[in-house]
């Protein structure tokens, strides 16, 4: 994991290589993580999940959990669930989409401006989601 | 164009050295006009990348813990080239960086990477690895009386059960101790495994017989035998002339080699266990 998770909401999202809604799913995590609620939230790698690390299970049973994923195969959803993780919230990438038709978020290997857009616009509501999960404090 | 690959990364999220994994399989599949395995998915739903793995399979691992080659192992899928990208970069003198998000000079370090792994030969062609198998040994000895045991100082591992294994080019031949051949005397009979068989660390990759006792050949190394020696099925002293080289008796594709080397022992933990028996050895 990226540090402790003591006292942190894991923001998880899916592998997403090689799909713009995968990377749009890592960039809001990145976003959220590192820019807006860095003492309140972190990461998990969830290949570690996957794979049956003992840390990685014990802190998605133990923290509250946001899932972020790509695309509706719902990755980290299900295996967060399928760990026994604390799902809190549940967050899609294709979702976003209903507010932005026609956008085009770039690529798998880059975002187009309008996919920052969207992706920036996921960050915030997940922060949000953070915020409330931590009691409303701001971090 | 380049050779097709399916490129296969680990997850790459939480340590600065995931991301470059993920740059890198990006890079390569791009320049080579391949396929990308998501890993989560694969292990999700294997079906889905049946047609991408009929490509030739590089695999990506960001960290130590090696997701992405125990998510090919498990899966028991062939591996054509590989890379840590961890133990690359060390190699290289470079650094991952502090942050998540890798930064123009990274970018570039991923770039060589994957070019690199895309023009690296294909790990093990059969004539690399025939005259890796059979370069020259040097040992270190323990003496006994008239008897001397030779251990392997380099390029060997052994497990409690004095057998050993030789990798190179993904592959590992395995065979008997020095120590063992000559406790059990004169051979005169060895019983390979089948080619095909699948072989867990620890089983019995085959049987010697001596004039004092049988004895199973346990395997240091997990994975299927892809080739014997037919040599010491038909002339087992071969075995008690020349254990280490010519006396291998199967050779196994590797399926998950850093998790085999957690229980073997190197040529110098093997020397001082075979210093211990041999104080006690009574032929």
């Known amino acids: ?139 | 164009m380049a050779e097709r690959f399916a490129v296969l990364p680990c997850n790459g999220l939480d340590k600065a050295v995931g991301p470059l994994a993920r740059e890198i399989a990006l890079a390569v599949v791009e320049a080579c006009e391949g396929e990308l395995v998501c890993p989560v998915l694969f292990n999700n739903l294997p079906a889905r990348y049946a047609k991408a793995l009929e490509l030739p399979l590089i695999v990506i691992d960001g960290c130590g813990t090696r997701c992405a080659s125990k998510l090919a192992a498990e899966h028991a899928l062939k591996v054509v080239r590989k890379l840590q990208v961890a133990e690359a970069l060390k190699e290289m003198g470079e650094s991952a960086g502090e942050t998540l998000t890798p930064d123009p000079e990274r970018l570039a370090l991923c770039q060589r990477l994957a070019e690199r792994l895309l023009s690296a030969p294909e790990e093990g062609t059969t004539r690399d690895r025939e005259a890796a198998f059979t370069e020259p040994v040097e040992y270190a000895t323990v003496t006994r009386d008239k008897f001397i045991f030779r251990i392997p100082r380099q390029g060997y591992l052994f497990n409690e059960n004095h057998c050993w294994v030789r990798v190179a080019g993904g592959r590992a031949r395995v065979g008997l101790s020095d120590y063992m051949q000559q406790e059990l005397g004169d051979l005169t009979y060895c019983e390979l495994p089948q080619v095909g068989a699948e072989i867990g660390q620890f089983d019995a990759v085959g049987s010697v017989e001596s004039v004092k006792a049988v004895s199973d050949i346990i395997s240091p190394v997990s994975g299927p035998v892809v080739a014997v020696n037919p040599a010491v099925a038909e002339t087992p002293e071969i075995i008690n002339q020349d254990p280490y080289v010519r006396g291998w008796v199967a050779e196994l594709e590797l399926r998950d080699l850093e998790s085999d080397r957690a229980l073997l022992l190197d040529g110098e933990a093997y020397l001082t266990l075979v210093r211990q028996k041999a104080a006690d050895y009574r032929p």
């Open chain 1, 1 to 139: 994991m990226a540090e402790s998770v003591n006292g942190k909401v894991l923001v998880i999202p899916c592998s997403g290589v090689g799909k713009v809604h995968g990377l749009m799913a890592r960039e809001a995590t990145y976003r959220v993580i590192d820019e807006l609620e860095p003492g309140a939230s972190t990461t998990l790698c969830l290949a570690l999940l996957v794979k049956g690390d003992e840390e990685a299970v014990e802190a998605v049973r133990t923290r509250p959990c946001i899932t972020i994923d790509g695309c509706p195969k719902l990755c980290s959803y299900k295996n967060v669930q399928l760990a026994g993780g604390k799902i809190a919230e549940s967050v899609r990438v294709v979702d976003a989409f209903k507010d932005h038709k026609g956008a085009k978020p770039g690529t798998a290997t880059e975002l187009a401006e309008e996919g920052w857009t969207i992706t920036d616009e996921i960050g915030q509501q997940i922060a949000a989601r953070v915020r409330e999960l931590c009691g409303g404090e701001e971090q």
